[in-house]
């Protein structure tokens, strides 16, 4: 009864410890300029979810990094309302200009191509970007 008593404590602690943590990443250069949502409401446990970030205005050359985590004090406010309210940690980073990534190797497939032909372009940039360590960029008109 005592060890079970111990597994119980030694498990409710690795789980109320623990915080929700996902990171996307879309391969664009970053460019430093971050938008940061700290309290982003979600209810019943994130079942319903928080409202879209608006990055838009901020990031006129897209997004490069989106990282959501439920830190303590999230974790905490969730575990007061018991889960009801469930908010969250939501940072996004924005990417650098397309002209940053200038040096890119590119490959243009013309409208005509067939998918043989826009296969072989996908491949090639593979091997560009693996040769290079940068991006590789394929265009298809």
Known sequence: MRCFRLLSVAALVLVLSSCYHAVINTGLTPSGQTVKDEWATAWLDGLVPPKIVETAAQCPNGVARVETQHSFLNLLAAAVTFGIFSPMTIEVQCA??????????????????????????????????????GPAFVVFE
Do not use: H, M, N
């Open 96 to 133: 650098a200009s397309r002209s940053a990534a200038a040096g890119a190797a590119t490959t243009t497939v013309p409208a005509a191509a067939g998918e043989s032909a826009r296969a072989a372009a996908v491949a090639e940039a593979v091997r560009q970007s693996l040769r290079t360590g």
